[in-house]
């Protein structure tokens, strides 16, 4: 038995010397290929978009009148550019159709005024932005995508809560890729 060990690992011995080279560019060439999928992997990950929100609301005040002005702005925190598949806005759970900026302006206003009734201040919607399909955020972009200002005399500072309760109801939900063509989703709220 010990002779037949002894002869199995002289004829590997010999096999090994005689193709040494072969060897050794196999073992160089899976090195290779193992370390590009780990260097793809890495780019991968290193350039990963990451959409993320953030709602800031400043009061201006004069004699009579008190202003308040609601930013909602969209940042891409992640590493890498964005790009725009869909651009969608709901109210109540319900897609809100559009073709330009004036038309979702038109309707936000309208479905604001349906749900608050006649009021004795007025909004206005100064800005407003759509994203359209190959839209590319670039990495720490920051995009303001609605502006909505309200007005109001100051014996109706209660009229801006319920104005808040009625923009929660709205959402935006952004489908987006990476330049790998990684999909992913942003939604507010």
């Excluded at 964005?82 to 897609?95: H, L, M, P, Q, S």
């Excluded at 749900?115 to 920051?142: C, N, Q, S, V, W």
């Excluded at 500072?157 to 489908?175: A, G, P, Q, Y």
Aim: glycine share 4%; proline share 1%; charged share 30%.
């Amino acid at each position: 038995m010990t002779i037949y060990i002894i002869a199995i690992l002289n004829e590997i011995m010999d096999f090994l010397g005689n193709h040494y080279q072969g060897i050794i560019a196999l073992c160089a060439l899976f090195i290779t290929l193992w370390q590009l999928k780990v260097s793809r992997r890495h780019n991968r990950l290193s350039v990963r978009p990451f959409l993320t929100d953030h709602v800031e609301t400043h009061n201006q005040n004069d004699k009579d009148r008190i202003y308040k002005i609601r930013n909602l702005t969209l940042l891409n925190n992640g590493s890498g550019i964005a790009i725009i598949n869909t651009f969608e806005v709901y109210y109540k759970g319900t897609k809100i159709e559009f073709n330009e900026t004036s038309d979702l302006s038109n309707r936000l206003q309208n479905e604001i005024k349906k749900e608050l009734g006649d009021t004795k201040y007025k909004f206005e919607i100064p800005h407003i932005r759509i994203l359209r399909k190959g839209y590319a955020i670039a990495e720490k972009e920051k995009l303001l995508l609605l502006q909505i200002k309200k007005t109001s005399i100051r014996t109706e500072e209660n009229v801006f809560k319920s104005m808040d309760k009625v923009l929660d109801k709205f959402e935006i939900r952004i489908n987006y890729k990476s330049i790998y063509d990684e999909y992913f989703r942003y939604q507010s709220h």
